[in-house]
């Protein structure tokens, strides 16, 4: 199992251009979860989704929309990136229940000049 | 008061040495409790759950508090390949939502 992979590795935008992160998880896991991540900041929820076809705004959704059209796939897309949305960003999964191991992807390191 | 605080470190131990971190939470109604371990420029990763009663796990002891609001980790007879960044972290409610700490920097040094 390649557990949650994470499409590109690293990316440089100039300010006003778009993108999509892909995350795709192999565990069949429910719930997944887009992170950025700061200096200073900690790991700070941008969205989430706890199924196929439904997500919700975490604690920093601004500039950032998601899509969750299959179980296994969790989409961010920037449609205007702006210098402010420098970041390593994660995605995590993490099954339904009574448990919340979440598991991360190695992470977008995305750069906007 | 954030709502989850960690003594940011770094932690500079020599190898061998006993090492403990602790965690303070601001939510009373936080019903689970974790540790992961984050490696420079890599992703977080689970160390291990913190339960009620304590738990160990090898060389990792973790502890919670509920009356005083805090978790421990304790890491005995640290290796070089300790070094990292350990992250504390707190489930409330009926989300799904995860709250986490900064995280406290450990060195292990030779």
């Known amino acids: 199992n390649a557990g949650v992979t994470q499409t590109p590795k690293f990316r440089v935008l100039k300010t006003g251009q778009s993108m999509t992160l892909l995350c795709a998880q192999d565990m069949n896991h429910e719930y997944m979860y887009w992170y950025r991540q700061d200096p200073g900041m900690g790991l700070r929820l941008i969205h989430y989704s706890v199924g196929e076809g439904t997500t919700a705004k975490g604690e920093v959704p601004d500039g950032y929309n998601v899509s969750r059209l299959k179980k296994q796939n969790f989409l961010l897309g920037l449609e205007s990136a702006a210098p402010s949305q420098t970041s390593v960003y994660f995605c995590?999964?993490?099954?339904?229940?009574?448990?919340?191991?979440?598991?991360f992807g190695p992470g977008t390191r995305l750069t906007v000049t | 008061r954030k709502e989850v605080e960690q003594d940011p470190g770094p932690f500079n131990v020599p190898e061998g040495a006993t090492v403990a971190f602790n965690c303070t939470y601001s939510?009373?109604?936080?019903?689970?409790f974790f540790w992961y371990r984050q490696d420079c420029r890599k992703e977080p990763k689970l160390l291990m759950s913190v339960y009620s009663s304590g738990n160990e796990d090898g060389r990792f002891t973790a502890q919670l508090n509920r009356a005083s609001q805090y978790i421990s980790l304790l890491i005995r007879d640290s290796k070089l390949s300790d070094s990292a960044t350990y992250l504390c972290v707190v489930h409330a409610g009926n989300n799904r939502k995860l709250i986490w700490g900064l995280g406290t920097s450990l060195a292990v040094n030779p």
């Open positions: 939510n009373s109604a936080s019903q689970s």
């Open positions: 995590a999964s993490q099954l339904a229940g009574e448990t919340y191991e979440q598991y």
